[in-house]
C-alpha cells in the first residue's frame, strides 16, 4: 500500500504493504526521477480500491461520464439545436455543471481531510484551493476572457483568431501554474516524507485532467481553422469527453483518502474510519 498511509493512519498494515506493487523492499532505495513518478501512480488504483466508496463512486461516476460522450455525439452529428443542452464543447451544459459538482466536491473533501489529517493538512489545503482555483476559472470563464484580451492585441491577419485565443488562454493558465507550483514546492520542501509521498500521489491524479484541458485543447486550436467540421467536433468530444472522466478520478482519489484519515478524538472517544490508538495518535504527532 501507498507510503503515505503512515501519514493517514498512524502505520502500515503489514499485510497491505506486502501486496504493494511499489513497496521498496528494506535496505533498496526508494525510486526517483521518472522512476519515482511512475512508482506514485501504480499507487492510486490500489488506493481506490482500497476503499470500497471510493471505488463505487468512481465506477458510477465514469459510467455517466462515458453515458454523455454519445449522446452528445448524436446531438452534434444530428445537428439537433439542443446541442448546447447536451453538448460537451459548450458553455452550461450537462457535462459542465456535472464537473462543477464534482469540482465542489473535491473541495469540500479536501477541506475536511485537511481539517482531520494534522500532518498532511498542508498538502490537503493545497490541493482545496487548486480545485476551487479551477472551478472559479471555469465557471466565470477567466482564462477566456484572458484569451479575447490578448486577441484583441494582436494586429489584424497576423496569426489566425484560434490561436490568438490560445496564446492568451496559456499566458493566464501559466500565470495560475507558475503561483500553484511555487507552493507545491514549498509545501514539498518542508514536508516529510510522507507528506511529500501522499502530495505526489495526489498531483498525479491531476495529470489526466490537465493532459486534456490543456494539450488536447492547445492542439485542437492550433488546428480550428484549418479541420473540417466534423475533426473539429471530433476533438471537442476528445477533450471535453476526456476532462469528465479524469475530474472523477480526482474526487474518487479525495472519497479514498476519507476512508483512511481518522477522525479526531472528542473528549477520548475514538471515532472515524480508522480505529483509534494512543499508539497511532502517537506516530502521527511524531510526523509533524
Known amino acids: 500500500m501507498p507510503h503515505f498511509v503512515s501519514l493517514l493512519d498512524g502505520d ?6 506486502t501486496h504493494s506493487p511499489s513497496a521498496p523492499a528494506r535496505g533498496h532505495r526508494r525510486p ?3 522512476e519515482g513518478l511512475i ?6 488504483i490500489p488506493l481506490l480500491r482500497r476503499s470500497r466508496v471510493g471505488w463505487l463512486l468512481f465506477l458510477c461516476f465514469v459510467a455517466v461520464d462515458l453515458a454523455l460522450v454519445p449522446v452528445a455525439a448524436l446531438h452534434i452529428f444530428r445537428g439537433d439545436p439542443a446541442e ?3 453538448g460537451l464543447g459548450a458553455d452550461r451544459t450537462f457535462g459542465e455543471f456535472f464537473n462543477y459538482i464534482k469540482f ?13 489529517s494534522r500532518s498532511g493538512r498542508p498538502v490537503f489545503v493545497f490541493y482545496a484551493c487548486f480545485c476551487a482555483a479551477l472551478l472559479i476559472d471555469d465557471a466565470v470563464y477567466l482564462h477566456e476572457k484572458a484569451g479575447w484580451f490578448v486577441a484583441g492585441l494582436v494586429p489584424e491577419g497576423t496569426i489566425t483568431l ?10 493566464f493558465m501559466g500565470l495560475v501554474a507558475a503561483g500553484a507550483v511555487i507552493a507545491f514546492a514549498v509545501i514539498y520542501r518542508h514536508g516529510s516524507l510522507q507528506s511529500r509521498s501522499l502530495q505526489t500521489t495526489i498531483g498525479l491524479a491531476f495529470v489526466p485532467f490537465f493532459f486534456f484541458a490543456v494539450v488536447v ?5 492550433v488546428v480550428n481553422d484549418y479541420a473540417t467540421y466534423a475533426v473539429n467536433e471530433i476533438l471537442v468530444l476528445i477533450e471535453d469527453g476526456g476532462e469528465l472522466p479524469s475530474v472523477s478520478l480526482i474526487v474518487a482519489v479525495a472519497v479514498a ?7 479526531r478524538p472528542r473528549d477520548g472517544a475514538p471515532s472515524g474510519a480508522v480505529p483509534y490508538s494512543p499508539e497511532k495518535e502517537n506516530a502521527d504527532q511524531a510526523l509533524v
Not at 473535491?106 to 485537511?114: D, S, Y
Not at 484560434?162 to 499566458?171: R, T
Open 32 to 34: 526517483s526521477g521518472i
Open 104 to 116: 465542489f466536491t473535491a473541495i469540500v473533501l479536501f477541506a475536511g481531510l485537511a481539517w482531520r
Open 84 to 86: 448546447w443542452v447536451y
Open 217 to 221: 485543447d492547445t492542439f485542437h486550436n
Open 257 to 263: 483518502l476519507c476512508a483512511l484519515v481518522p477522525d
Open 39 to 44: 512508482d506514485h501512480a501504480q499507487r492510486i
Open 12 to 17: 502500515v498494515d503489514a499485510s497491505v504493504a
Open 162 to 171: 484560434s490561436i490568438a485565443l490560445q496564446i492568451g488562454e496559456l499566458a
